[in-house]
């Protein structure tokens, strides 16, 4: 087992907003190949540049050649670069790229602003700023085009919240706001220009605007991509040309409920669809039980844990879904207990099954966790009439009471809501 690299230390996407304070150091936020180097495999670090699909022969950049039987494509993905804002590529841009040697690079330009413009409020956007303005010396202002953050995870209700979380923390928030211009002196940022006709000084921008599956070698060895310029892949990642098999960000995901092509790139996604695919590489061996992506989303901001997964009020108006919904507040221990905090559920269901469609969940860290039982009722096609009878473990240190199950209540609530109808 092969497997080619760009470089030779990687870096645990997930955590690379924490790198700029939490963690304080790029080092500790690596992960390397050991684990796959233990099982037996290979690695080689170079770029591959070449692929024959017919004859399985790689290429690297080196100009080494590999012949192989089997060949996945995992290259993720890769930022958007907004060569429409005129300024883009001036010194102190700078992106949250997946890479090891760049984000280093980073970290320690910023070590020298003082004043810095972050450029999306999504959850990459939100969390590297959050992180940023924990530092002392350092002015942040976050950047968002929508009327809140987080748009394109969370319902309605729940941006507004994140967005007033964002607003208690030392972060300029400046929502329905463009970045227009970016203005440099010698070449390097000194201002960017907003839509509201604000000049905002800075030393610094991050740009987090979004990722688009990186295919550029999949395209040019001949695989088809989608309209979204993700591979296309079939329920067991396997691309129309045999053996040939794509997984991960750069691989295309099909809407959960909708059928219809989708865009989800989560780490989540990805190592579900790897397992499906390691088990599965050398013939159908384990059902897969999803036919579409649902996207699960978490995050913390100034301490507010946050989480989403399929259906809400926002997705639900884009694809035409009807729901009812109702959310449920208490708090996520006993009471009794001093470091309790509020917990909310907020569920979506179908008016007429009552079957659930999606869920959010805020509050304490256990929220990261209960969006990941709801995400498994929404696979399983789990009913808020099965949900009363859902059988729960409670400790008043641990969970709420069981008289007052958050997530059971709002589907008590839901019950209430169809039999009204
Ligand atoms: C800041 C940040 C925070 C995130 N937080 C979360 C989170 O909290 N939860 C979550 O679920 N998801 C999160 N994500 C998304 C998650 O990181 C991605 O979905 C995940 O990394 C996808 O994994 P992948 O293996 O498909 O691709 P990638 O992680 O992009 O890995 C692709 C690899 O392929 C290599 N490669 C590409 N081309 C070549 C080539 N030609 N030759 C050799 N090597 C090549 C790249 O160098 C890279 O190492 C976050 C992403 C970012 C950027």
């Given at each position: 087992?092969?497997?080619?690299?760009?470089?030779?230390?990687?870096?645990?996407?997930?955590?690379?907003?924490?790198?700029?304070?939490k963690?304080g150091?790029?080092?500790?936020?690596?992960?390397?190949?050991?684990?796959?180097?233990?099982?037996?495999?290979?690695?080689?670090?170079?770029?591959?540049?070449?692929?024959?699909?017919?004859?399985?022969?790689?290429?690297t950049?080196?100009?080494q050649?590999?012949?192989?039987?089997?060949?996945?494509?995992?290259?993720?993905?890769?930022?958007?670069?907004?060569?429409?804002?005129?300024?883009?590529?001036?010194?102190?841009?700078?992106?949250?790229?997946?890479?090891?040697?760049?984000?280093?690079?980073?970290?320690?330009?910023?070590?020298?602003?003082?004043?810095?413009?972050v450029?999306?409020?999504?959850?990459?956007?939100?969390?590297?700023?959050?992180?940023?303005?924990?530092?002392?010396?350092?002015?942040?202002t976050?950047?968002?085009?929508?009327p809140?953050?987080?748009?394109?995870?969370f319902?309605?209700?729940?941006?507004?919240?994140?967005?007033?979380?964002?607003?208690?923390?030392?972060?300029?928030?400046?929502?329905?706001?463009?970045?227009?211009?970016?203005?440099?002196?010698?070449g390097?940022?000194?201002?960017?220009k907003?839509s509201?006709?604000e000049?905002l000084?800075?030393?610094?921008?991050?740009?987090?605007?979004?990722?688009?599956?990186?295919?550029?070698?999949?395209?040019?060895?001949?695989?088809?991509?989608?309209?979204?310029?993700?591979?296309?892949?079939?329920?067991?990642?396997?691309?129309n040309?045999?053996?040939?098999?794509?997984?991960?960000?750069?691989?295309?995901?099909?809407?959960?409920?909708?059928?219809?092509?989708?865009?989800?790139?989560?780490?989540?996604?990805?190592?579900?669809?790897?397992?499906?695919?390691?088990?599965?590489l050398?013939?159908?061996?384990?059902?897969?039980?999803?036919?579409?992506t649902?996207a699960?989303?978490?995050?913390?901001?100034?301490?507010?844990?946050?989480?989403?997964?399929?259906?809400?009020?926002?997705?639900?108006?884009?694809?035409?879904?009807?729901?009812?919904?109702?959310?449920?507040?208490?708090?996520?221990?006993?009471?009794?207990?001093?470091?309790?905090?509020p917990?909310?559920?907020?569920?979506?269901?179908?008016?007429?099954?009552?079957?659930?469609?999606?869920?959010?969940?805020?509050?304490?860290?256990?929220?990261?966790?209960?969006?990941?039982?709801?995400?498994?009722?929404?696979?399983?096609?789990?009913?808020?009439?099965?949900?009363?009878?859902?059988?729960?473990?409670?400790?008043p240190?641990l969970?709420?009471?069981?008289?007052?199950?958050?997530?059971?209540?709002?589907?008590?609530?839901?019950?209430?809501?169809?039999?009204?109808?």
């Open positions: 087992m092969l497997m080619f690299k760009e470089e030779e230390k990687g870096l645990v996407p997930c955590g690379i907003p924490y790198i700029f304070h963690l150091d790029v080092d500790k936020n690596v992960m390397g190949p050991k684990p796959f180097i233990d099982l037996g495999g290979e690695v080689i670090t170079e770029k591959v540049v070449d692929i024959n699909l017919d004859n399985k022969i790689v290429k950049e080196k100009g050649e590999f012949t192989c039987e089997k060949l996945v494509f995992a290259t993720g993905s890769q930022v958007v670069v907004p060569t429409f804002i005129s300024g883009y590529d001036l010194k102190n841009v700078f992106y949250i790229k997946k890479s090891y040697n760049y984000i280093k690079q980073v970290f320690n330009e910023l070590q020298f602003a003082k004043n810095i413009t450029v999306g409020g999504g959850f990459i956007g939100a969390e590297v700023a959050e992180q940023l303005a924990l530092e002392p010396d350092k002015k942040v976050l950047v968002e085009s929508e809140c953050c987080f748009s394109k995870a319902s309605k209700d729940l941006c507004k919240i994140a967005t007033e979380e964002l607003h208690k923390t030392a972060i300029d928030v400046k929502t329905s706001t463009k970045v227009e211009k970016i203005i440099g002196i010698d390097k940022v000194s201002s960017v907003l509201t006709g000049e000084p800075c030393d610094a921008v991050i740009m987090a605007i979004g990722y688009k599956p990186n295919t550029e070698l999949a395209q040019k060895s001949g695989l088809t991509v989608n309209k979204m310029g993700a591979i296309i892949v079939d329920n067991y990642e396997r691309t040309i045999k053996d040939v098999c794509a997984v991960g960000d750069c691989s295309q995901t099909i809407g959960f409920l909708t059928g219809r092509i989708d865009n989800v790139m989560l780490a989540s996604t990805a190592t579900a669809e790897a397992r499906v695919l390691g088990h599965n050398f013939g159908i061996r384990i059902k897969k039980n999803f036919n579409g649902l699960v989303f978490s995050t913390e901001i100034n301490g507010l844990s946050m989480a989403s997964a399929g259906v809400n009020d926002t997705n639900a108006a884009e694809a035409n879904i009807e729901y009812v919904s109702a959310t449920f507040t208490d708090v996520d221990t006993h009471p009794t207990f001093e470091d309790t905090h917990l909310s559920v907020k569920l979506f269901a179908s008016p007429l099954d009552g079957s659930i469609l999606g869920g959010e969940v805020w509050g304490g860290k256990s929220a990261g966790e209960i969006i990941n039982t709801i995400s498994m009722a929404i696979q399983k096609g789990v009913t808020v009439y099965e949900m009363v009878s859902f059988q729960i473990g409670s400790h240190l969970t709420a009471a069981p008289t007052k199950t958050v997530l059971i209540k709002a589907a008590e609530m839901i019950i209430g809501q169809i039999a009204k109808k």
